[in-house]
């Protein structure tokens, strides 16, 4: 006689499982996940303005400061540094009057509620004036270990694209979900 053997370990399973979780989270499916969980209280609360900041420096708060590309590329494959600070959880009310995007892309009037806590950091409600239209959203970065993920939900209202090639006003609506290491 010989026991069946079990086709996984207990440990296993659990470690799937989250990764299941981790996953149906990101794209949001199931019925529970559809709706962001609730966050915990804030050892931090306020309100902060500021008359401009590059998106960048906001970004780093659960990046790590922004690695340097090499000449010719767009982006780094520089792993993602460790984040400056390992601060208490906040809410904080931010408004910016000029948010520096990228390749000379500004939005104004850029305001959203700023809730960071354990490498997490959420953008909620954001709204901003664009390139002659407006956008709004939600966005929700964590940081695990060496690796990234960015959920969220972005609206954009008649929002000006002058590209070689393509020009025009875009309306839409995006989900979207990343992962990466760099």
Same mark, same amino acid.
């Given at each position: 006689? #010989? =026991?069946?053997?079990?086709?996984?370990?207990?440990? !296993?399973?659990?470690?799937?499982?989250?990764?299941?979780?981790?996953?149906?989270?990101?794209?949001?499916?199931?019925?529970?996940?559809? *709706?962001?969980? !609730?966050?915990?209280?804030?050892?931090?609360?306020?309100?902060?303005?500021?008359?401009?900041?590059?998106?960048?420096?906001?970004?780093?708060?659960?990046?790590? =400061?922004?690695?340097? &590309?090499?000449?010719?590329?767009?982006?780094?494959?520089?792993?993602?540094? &460790? =984040?400056?600070? #390992?601060?208490?959880?906040?809410?904080?009310?931010?408004?910016?009057?000029?948010?520096?995007?990228?390749?000379?892309? !500004?939005?104004?009037? @850029?305001?959203?509620?700023? #809730?960071?806590?354990?490498?997490?950091?959420?953008?909620?409600?954001?709204?901003?004036?664009?390139?002659?239209g407006a956008a709004n959203g939600r966005a929700m970065l964590r940081r695990d270990g060496d690796a990234a993920t960015l959920t969220g939900a972005l609206n954009l209202d008649s929002v000006d694209i002058d590209r070689p090639g393509f020009?025009? #006003?875009?309306?839409?609506?995006?989900? @979207? *979900?990343?992962?990466?290491?760099?």
């Open positions: 006689f #010989r =026991p069946v053997q079990p086709v996984a370990t207990l440990e !296993a399973l659990s470690q799937a499982h989250a990764e299941v979780s981790r996953a149906e989270e990101a794209v949001g499916s199931g019925g529970a996940a559809n *709706a962001p969980p !609730a966050p915990a209280p804030a050892a931090i609360e306020g309100e902060l303005t500021i008359a401009r900041a590059p998106l960048g420096a906001v970004l780093a708060l659960a990046l790590g =400061p922004p690695q340097q &590309a090499r000449g010719g590329t767009r982006w780094s494959e520089a792993r993602f540094a &460790a =984040p400056p600070l #390992r601060p208490p959880s906040a809410a904080v009310k931010l408004r910016v009057g000029t948010l520096d995007m990228s390749d000379g892309l !500004a939005a104004r009037d @850029f305001k959203t509620t700023l #809730r960071f806590d354990k490498g997490r950091l959420d953008l909620d409600d954001f709204a901003m004036q664009i390139a002659g020009s025009g #006003r875009v309306s839409a609506a995006l989900d @979207f *979900a990343s992962t990466g290491r760099s």
